[in-house]
């Protein structure tokens, strides 16, 4: 596959020759010409229902869309993917989070071995471990019951495990308090540890690593918490620590037990690492059980991408809608709004897979790209968006493709709440869409000079998701869903979604300064007169 020659391609060309043709038309003209479109624009797999019915498109632009994910040799990369061959050439590394939820028994090499068994070996310690914290028979160090479990983690390490225990809470022990803490603030370590008794609390490492800052830093004084908490007694540790990572030497160095580290492997990106060891605090969190039907989940959502046709295959049709919108209506952000509470850290979360993902303006060879590749996602649970932002998305000047995503029915029946939820999430698309016209304000008796204020343009492209309730699998389909629409758009891109070289300059930037702010002498300082001059005036105020 060539990579540079994208906008070239003939299935480029044809969808900016067709884009010229129907940008121009409103969603109020393509549903007016087609009462069935309602029904025809929809997919469904998997137990969820996409009604992508209110984008700006025509069966041609899907037919266009179709032929550039042809062109772009979506089929061939996605297998090259699921056999596990090194498709992140830049780190020489295997994709293979697949592999993560492959049933026992199927069969994945990489580098002539089968990483399957290896894969159910990790989640059968996890399971035993999680079933001894939850039953009570891991104890603390002074035979107290663990009460605390705290994460310590960030980036693929927090936010996978942090959204995943928050979407599934309805399923977790209520029985253990589960903290998350990723900034190398010592707020994050503070507020999560505060009342806590270190007796009963158990800290869990995870980092792929075992060598990054804000996580060794925050580790280091859980250490510090707990020994002092316990009477200065070093051997406590092993009580109340343990390790998820692929560094064991790390491990043992900080202290804890190699016997209580769960392992996984370099084809295991951190983005796409909460399936593996790194999800140990959701699996003690909602149990076992729930931890597998969650995998279970994900590997359906990956049958479904690997095998289904791409016309009828969730994740590339939204990828194909992501590239429309980004590269032919210069659509520069998107917004995921969950009407469901419990998914308050998917839009976080999602952050980093598509941002961290496709952020990125070189090809996989080495090219500048001359189109728009990832955009700037967003966003918040609804309605509370609604009182916010949602004006700008509705008569801003930007246009932002927005993904709906609702369930049919509420873990918290409650009086008339859900049906009102849910009214509020088919209104915004119908508003989005369809808006008000002119005429329509003035039909109401509107005073002519606000007339021009409280018109809706309308025209404004959502996808809605529909599922029947959140639940461990569910969430499991609908992470797999986005995770697979942003390999696809890094695959139309030609670029390495499976990199992030961007966030390592300014990782070594702090570690320049960090001396320059410890020191007791004042530092010579190297750097630009801005730079100086913040260090400077910091070292002042904390004289
Ligand atoms: C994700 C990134 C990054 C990573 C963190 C934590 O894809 O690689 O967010 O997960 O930097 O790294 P460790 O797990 O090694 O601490």
């Not at 199927?106 to 399957?116: F, L, Q």
């Not at 320049?512 to 007169?529: F, M, N, T, V």
Request: charged share 20%; hydrophobic share 40%; glycine share 8%.
């Amino acid at each position: 596959m060539s990579t540079s020659t994208l906008t070239d391609s003939p299935a480029w060309k044809a969808l900016q020759a067709h884009h010229a043709e129907v940008a121009g038309l409103h969603l109020r003209q393509l549903f007016a010409a087609d009462p069935t479109r309602g029904d025809r624009f929809t997919a469904e797999a998997c137990g969820l229902y996409l009604d992508y019915a209110k984008n700006r498109v025509t069966g041609r632009t899907l037919e266009l869309l179709v032929a550039l994910a042809a062109e772009r040799g979506l089929r061939g990369r996605i297998d090259a993917m699921f056999r596990g061959e090194k498709i992140n050439t830049t780190e020489n590394r295997a994709v293979l989070h697949v592999a993560l939820r492959a049933p026992r028994g199927e069969k994945i090499v990489v580098d002539g071995e089968d990483v399957v068994p290896g894969v159910h070996e990790v989640l059968d310690k996890m399971a035993d471990f999680a079933g001894r914290v939850r039953s009570g028979a891991w104890l603390g160090h002074t035979g107290r019951k663990i009460r605390n479990v705290i994460n310590i983690g960030i980036g693929g390490s927090d936010l996978g495990p942090v959204m995943a225990y928050e979407a599934l809470k309805f399923y977790s022990d209520r029985a253990l308090r589960c903290e998350f803490v990723s900034n190398v603030d010592s707020d994050d370590f503070a507020e999560a540890v505060r009342g806590l008794e270190p007796a009963e609390t158990l800290f869990v490492i995870s980092s792929k690593t075992f060598t990054t800052l804000e996580t060794m830093t925050n580790a280091r004084t859980a250490r510090d918490w707990v020994v002092a908490g316990l009477g200065g007694d070093e051997s406590c540790v092993a009580r109340h620590f343990v390790a998820v990572s692929t560094n064991a030497e790390k491990v043992r160095e900080f202290g804890i037990d190699t016997a209580n580290m769960f392992g996984f492997w370099d084809w295991v990106g951190g983005r796409y690492s909460m399936d593996s060891a790194i999800g140990l605090s959701t699996m003690v969190a909602v149990g076992p059980d729930n931890f597998h039907a969650m995998l279970a989940g994900f590997h359906e959502m990956d049958e479904h991408f690997r095998t289904a046709p791409f016309g009828e295959n969730l994740p590339v049709l939204m990828a194909l809608l992501a590239v429309w919108y980004g590269d032919f209506f210069d659509a520069q952000t998107a917004a995921v709004l969950p009407y469901e509470q419990y998914l308050k850290r998917f839009p976080a979360y999602l952050q980093q897979l598509t941002m961290e993902s496709n952020g990125k303006s070189v090809t996989l060879d080495g090219d500048h790209v001359d189109y728009n590749t990832g955009a700037i996602y967003w966003g918040e649970p609804g309605t509370n968006g609604q009182h916010s932002f949602y004006q700008l998305i509705h008569q801003g000047t930007h246009l932002i493709p927005c993904d709906f995503i609702g369930f049919a029915k509420t873990l918290n029946p409650i009086g008339r709440h859900h049906d009102i939820l849910l009214a509020n999430m088919f209104a915004q698309a119908e508003a989005l869409a369809f808006g008000k016209t002119a005429e329509e304000v003035r039909a109401e008796g509107t005073r002519e000079d606000l007339v021009p204020h409280r018109v809706f343009e309308g025209n404004r492209p959502s996808n809605t998701i529909l599922a029947e309730v959140i639940d461990p699998k569910t969430l499991g389909k609908l992470i797999a869903l986005y995770e697979h629409s942003v390999f696809t758009q890094g695959t139309i891109w030609g670029i390495n979604p499976f990199d992030q070289w961007g966030v390592e300059l300014g990782k070594v930037l702090a570690q320049r300064i960090i001396p320059e702010l410890e020191s007791q002498d004042a530092p010579e300082l190297k750097h630009d007169s801005s730079t100086n001059a913040l260090i400077a005036r910091y070292r002042r105020m904390n004289s």
